[in-house]
């Protein structure tokens, strides 16, 4: 094949019709920029997508991601997104494991009085104010940091003047994170609940020196300035089709069944598309995938030690109604309104970290229910809707990918599913399986996802959901920022591509911050209508 680098075929290309690159496509099609966007999948989406798991039942699910917490409203209203995000009131419900009655924790942010009774009644009261003061401090540390992430990014120096408390700083940034939760709680249970939002997707002990924790518990707690999460109307798919719709609609060309096979310093981007090889070049590429596959894209050599590691499992249910709970005084509606909490103490989430650790399933998995359903039933047919039927996604945390492998994947989807089954059955008043629904073939309503199926599914090396680790929101103080590219958190080793996905700097989680800062970076480096030979 002749080489056309010298000769642009567009302005940008963007491989990955995630949501990251959509929101991408669609600021830099606006600016004029002649854009087009691969997508390996016969969709874009990638990751926050909607989709029918069980055949003949009308329930279209968010089968990876479910809930959006760090999407600014800034790129909503720039691209005009038809897009309604509701709050849901439960924060959390956490059963006390092994309790005779089943009493549990009910964080009721329309109650503040609740709460505190809920409190009580599992003889933390102490930890109530504790509780609250704790995550009033960290929406301070939210509010200062929030308003920087789509813009260049700040130094350490600059981030730690705009929290503005010494102490808090060094709580969160500088030393392990379990250190603050210890010092400011006392339960075993409320200590847990805190600790989960450094965990998800994290393999990590609370006390771990890398601080890699610390960074999953601050993108826990940023977003919206709030650290709330909320629930898309439509699912999660409406959040991505209407990137996708708005990024045609500002001029950008989606190729979809497109895998792109090399990508080269030069912007020269070879695909396949029906079985034919293609290619395209772009004055800038944009890689919406993972650090790891792009090194792989561009024949990079890398160290297999650096391969990411996903640590968790993800099942999908489909219900025929909420199941009991142990404890009558908490209404179901109530206790799967926000995050079930199961089986995640302190104690208990520390002890299957070390479990996982030496190369065993955790013998009670800590997980964690999102049901869609109670507040958005759109996702569900009429005929469901009408008869109380439910979704419930369950994340089971530490299940790193160091225990699957090709060889092992069934027989540990089997087992980390039945796994899940156990550990909600511990904690509720009924058998889960009691209440599922069964598909057009009878089969139970129930789908279990491992890392390795992620990364077969969605092209993330270990099933790592944010493409690797998790980087602070600023730049160490010795940066070298002389690049727009690096300014805005998405340079790579190569000068005309950016980083666009989750792998960036101010990547992970369903937010388009990644996309809008390679978007800006683009057009500081390469200008806006620079319409090259097409």
């Not at 002990?205 to 601050?218: I, M, T, V």
């Not at 799967?336 to 520390?350: A, S, V």
């Not at 997980?367 to 369950?394: F, K, M, N, R």
């Not at 992620?454 to 730049?475: D, Q, R, V, Y």
């Amino acid at each position: 094949m002749s080489d056309i680098s010298a000769h642009p075929t567009h302005d940008v290309v963007i491989v990955g019709g995630g949501h990251n690159g959509l929101t991408a496509a669609a600021y830099l099609a606006k600016a004029g920029l002649s854009t087009v966007v691969l997508e390996r999948l016969p969709a874009t989406g990638g990751a926050a997508v909607s989709a029918v798991a069980f055949d003949g039942l009308d329930a279209r699910l968010s089968r990876y991601s479910y809930l959006v917490s760090l999407m600014p409203r800034a790129i909503i209203d720039d691209l005009g997104l038809e897009v309604e995000l509701v709050r849901r009131r439960y924060s959390s419900y956490t059963p006390m494991p092994g309790d005779p009655d089943g009493r549990g924790l009910l964080v009721d942010a329309g109650d503040p009085e609740a709460t505190r009774a809920s409190f009580d009644r599992i003889g933390a009261l102490s930890d109530a104010t504790a509780f609250a003061n704790l995550y009033d401090d960290l929406s301070g540390v939210a509010r200062a940091l929030w308003s920087t992430v789509t813009r260049p990014l700040p130094t350490r120096r600059e981030a730690r003047a705009l929290v503005d408390d010494e102490a808090l700083w060094r709580a969160v940034f500088e030393r392990p994170i379990g250190e603050l939760i210890e010092a400011r709680l006392d339960d075993d249970l409320v200590r847990g609940v805190a600790a989960t939002d450094a965990l998800i997707g994290t393999f990590s002990s609370a006390h771990d020196e890398s601080l890699r924790q610390n960074r999953c518990f601050l993108y826990h707690v940023i977003g919206g300035g709030t650290g709330d999460w909320d629930i898309p109307i439509g699912g999660m798919g409406r959040v991505t089709d209407q990137l996708a719709r708005a990024a045609r609609d500002a001029g950008a060309d989606i190729r979809t069944d497109a895998e792109v096979t090399t990508i080269r310093p030069d912007g020269t981007v070879r695909f396949i598309v029906d079985g034919e090889e293609r290619s395209v070049v772009g004055s800038a590429v944009l890689a919406g995938v993972a650090p790891y596959v792009l090194a792989r894209l561009l024949g990079d050599p890398h160290d297999p030690h650096a391969r990411p590691e996903g640590a968790q499992v993800k099942v999908n249910l489909l219900l025929k109604r909420l199941p009991k709970l142990r404890d009558d005084s908490v209404a179901p509606e109530a206790a799967f309104g926000g995050t079930f909490h199961i089986n995640e103490t302190y104690t208990q989430l520390e002890a299957a970290y070390d479990d996982a650790a030496g190369g065993e399933i955790p013998e009670l998995l800590p997980c964690e229910i999102y049901c869609h359903s109670l507040t958005d039933p759109s996702i569900l047919g009429s005929e469901l809707a009408d008869q109380g039927v439910q979704t419930l996604t369950v994340f089971g945390l530490h299940v790193p990918d160091r225990l699957i492998n090709a060889a092992n994947n069934d027989a540990q989807r089997a087992r980390l599913q039945q796994a899940v089954i156990d550990s909600l059955n511990s904690v509720l008043g009924e058998p889960i399986e009691d209440v599922l629904m069964v598909d057009a073939d009878g089969r139970p309503c129930i789908e279990t996802k491992t890392t390795l199926d992620l990364e077969a599914a969605l092209n993330m090396p270990g099933g790592n959901i944010f493409h690797g680790p998790l980087s602070w929101p600023f730049a160490e103080d010795d940066a070298d920022l002389d690049t727009p590219a690096k300014r805005w958190g998405v340079a790579t080793a190569h000068e005309r591509i950016f980083m666009c996905g989750s792998g960036a700097v101010r990547g992970g989680g369903v937010s388009g911050i990644a996309g809008h800062n390679a978007a800006m970076a683009v057009l500081e480096t390469i200008g806006p209508t620079t319409h090259p030979t097409r």
